[in-house]
């Protein structure tokens, strides 16, 4: 045990702790001094060095060859991988030529005087260097080893740091107050995706919310001015791939703003909060229409990281006499649209093109043309025979193609043209990409907004009835708002994602603040159930300000920032695809006896009885 | 709209926002300003002044009397109170004589030009400014407009800034990662006040935990070295007073650290997120073992703002022919034990020392003697006639009391005695000081450690058996870890709480890292089924290293710092006693059709059927 004077005096990685630096804190600069060092045995090196990690890095340790510290060298040569230890030794330069230039700490070693041994380990499935090569799901299981790995642990302090400055960004220089939201709360209408929590009285059960979106509202009518908290939110969606039960978003609600207002609070955000060590993000972030968006790219989430942009080629194929094209143009909303991939002809090969067709087919019930440009200009195409050189000419002039390119072509109503081409778009970028074409490069970050998204959107199972876009406490546009009434299907709203290199990672809006238009809304256009949402209605008539906010997918974000395939990697404890935790078993079996204070029981399927 | 450039260039309370000043910023240094200020209508003095709120404070706005603003004047006194408004105009001084020394902005005032109602305030069950003396539940059913009171905003604005504090000094000063973990987790062994979620699969449950202690401890078996969070924590208690079903815990957890490191620790993280406008705090804070605190305090977390300590008398009434003492004191365990209560004999009723006999009687089964002493210095007690004037001098001494006091005695085994008056001496405390005698500084913060708590306790329905005193992951004191095989009830433990003023607000412990002795525990002492705990003695033999950690209780911590009677009151939307929501109505019935995909139907007591 220490005094407590000398901890109080200390900061920094060490205070608090036996040890005097962390590994990779060591540099020629430490040479002669004596240090103490904690942490586990990476590997050994014949029997004269020891690779010892901690949190921060490597240090080499060298095994004392002295004749009188022979208990402590067998001590350490007996020592299984992985086991914690503690050292003292003195800090040395590493003999010429031997410096290794890849390690930060590849200038000196520790020449180790004294030894403690904290905890041996016993059991290891497999070695932790190997590990990431390891099945996933054994990651999960061993996710205290899979934790060990560098990327891992560089993950999750990228992550800490990043939200850290996010606060600083927001409380510290904005005036922001972090507020706590409940978690147990009730269910919100037509909210599917909630997992239930059963209280202890009979057939009463609170929701876990989706997102703090009510609370945040309501803190607004709280007079509280401006509110954040990095939220954990719950979505019961079954098996939906990198999706978890549990997410965290970055939530964030002010009053007396516009859209301007947001955007430009979280673009200096993400500006604030952006890894040092990276290049800096400009900000105002680029920003295109939702029809802007689709017409460009055939999806509201563009990825601008690279071109292959929709064209409409409609005008150009007028009056061609080709089945799917003339009936597509003839058609008052009828449009040929293209896209030209740049070297798709050389790189994408038969079977790729196959199965753009069959996704056009399958998936968007349509006709795919494909015209491959051959490295002499000739057209390799069903197309070709019908086309007039002259509209060749157009259309290559159009698409800005040349000869290697490859064209898709799809023709019919714009909304159902436009999604398949934006699909087909990135399925291009990723093969040229797996085939060794730089379509995107991988250090860039595109920041956009998407601004202007439909208010209403007609109902899937019944095209008649609208429902909102986003959700239905979005304000209308400003300029559509007299449209609200006689015209609701036309209204823009005043909704905006953030958009990051092709992934939404953020979507917020300026929301309603006066009773009667959402009850207008609720009851009139979305034919809600308005009883549900009392307290809110009555919120709004209470002197609501006006006010807007943004959520920010965090998970998302910092994957995106560390390069990670999936959000589980930049996520301590993940659940697996099917929601499970691999590592404890959860969800698991309860007894009877345990379920008997919530008043439910569990209705086995057939096959269980 | 606002330009881009406008928005970047601001910080502050009014960044993004058309406001140029929070209400409560104004002050004579901007006189001759034109100011634009958004915010509620609170009250209207005549037609003469608006008194305008937004979440700084207030600012009073002049009433233009001016012919040509003569619309701008009605549309003003036309407002209902509450109403959102955003005004521009001119501060001035206000006229001799009317300064208010009282208000902030009681040197100028607003001389209004323009206004937008923004929005009108329509319902409003009762007076902004009266809220706080209206009912709880009818502030809770309207808890945003319950937050608009001065002490809500204040409440919730300081627990931000502390929490922001804590996280610079863990983060920033000291290395800490904030790492998130699941709250969707597996159902801990005897872990009957955790909630439970239904998944998907039929019979299986997640669980919300009651506090991260597996997750941390693996993050440290993981390497992460120094990890904290703010946790969300959930409890199913029912209803216990003044306890919430989910609850904020300032978790943390370290590595290669001693006792000593985390107490250091924490006092350094108390002393840096003190409020800068009270008095800082001094550390180190003042320490007792359990048994110093149960003996001085009968209680082990003692509030130390004021004496009545408990007293050991055994000495004094030895061979006093008094049934109960004589027997006390002739058993080998057995005492009397005293308190003196100065002024108890002048301001505590007969009533209260009946109620305080029957607390005796009811809640403990012992006989408690009483002695008033009178201000002639006489005895007025049904022992006085049993004792010998050289044993009341004696007891006055020992328990330096004076004519006035008051004397509790009781006598038998300590374990029984110490509670007892340990729980009289602050229901004396508390009856004084509502008769209006100082007996704690309701400034003061007495913080306190209390430490080397046993490590088990006899289970209290099979005392042959032990069940531990804190949590299973609680490692022995180093001085008694040789007890743990042959005397396990003899061990003290490595378990440390906060107190603060009487209230526990934090405890952790040094944990067992060596598989070999946790598994000893586990299956030998506490007789656990250790398959439920599998993943973390996997992970101990994994290489763990030595750690330990605390959580401390941030709603209680915040809600003593700014005085509040409950938690509740720093807490933005907080359950009922019974765990509702009174806004909302949660929890609440759900269809069968929304339990169906979780496989439970509810049990329905009988007379629901």
Redesign the interface.
Known sequence: ??S?LF??AC???S?????THACAELSSKHVGEEVTL?G?IQYRRHDLFVIL???SGLAQLLIPQDESLVDLKNTLCGLTL???I?VTGKVIHRPPGQANKEMPTGEIEVSIGSLEV??V????PFEIKDFVKKSESLRMQ???????SPQM?SN??L???L??KM?EYL?????F???????????TPGG?KE??????????????PQSPQ??KQ??M??????YFQVA?C?R?E?SKPDRQ??F?QVDIE????????????V??LIQHCWPEKMSPVS??FPSLTYSEAMRQYGVDKPDTRFGMKLVDVSEALYGIEVGFLREAVSHPEGCVQAICVPGGAKHLKNKDLESFKQTAQTQFNQELSVVVLKEDGSWKSPLSKHLPDSVKHQLLQKLQAEAGDLLLLAAGAAEGVRPLLGKLRLQCAELLEARGVAVRDPSAFHFLWVVDFPLFLPKEDDPDQLESAHHPFTAPHPEDAHLLYAQPHKVRSQHYDLVLNGCEIGGGSIRM???SMQQYVLEKVLKEDTSLLS?LM?????????HGGIALGLDRLVAIIVGAPSIRDV???P?SFR?H?L????????SEE???P????????AE?Q
Chains 1, 2 share one sequence.
């Open positions: 045990t220490h407590r901890y109080g900061t920094g990685h205070s608090f702790s036996p040890r904690c586990w990690r901690d949190f992985e086991t914690v503690k904290l905890n380990c016993r059991k290891l061993y996710r205290y080893l899979d934790l060990r642990q999750l302090r992550r800490s740091q939200v850290m606060r409380c510290n220089i904005h005036g107050i972090d507020v706590e939201t409940p978690t147990l709360f009730k269910r599917a997992f239930l929590v059963p209280s202890r009285e009979p057939g009463r059960f609170y929701s876990l009510q609370f309501l803190l009518v709280a007079g509280l001015d401006r954990r719950y019961d079954g039960p549990e965290t002010m009053s007396f703003v516009d859209q301007t207002g947001i955007l430009t609070l673009e200096g900000v105002p603040h006066r009773a307290h009555e919120a709004l008539d209470s002197g609501a300000p006006p996520i301590a404890f659940k929601g935790d590592m404890s078993g959860a969800p698991d079996f309860v345990e379920l008997r919530y008043h439910v029981t569990v209705n086995w399927p269980h």
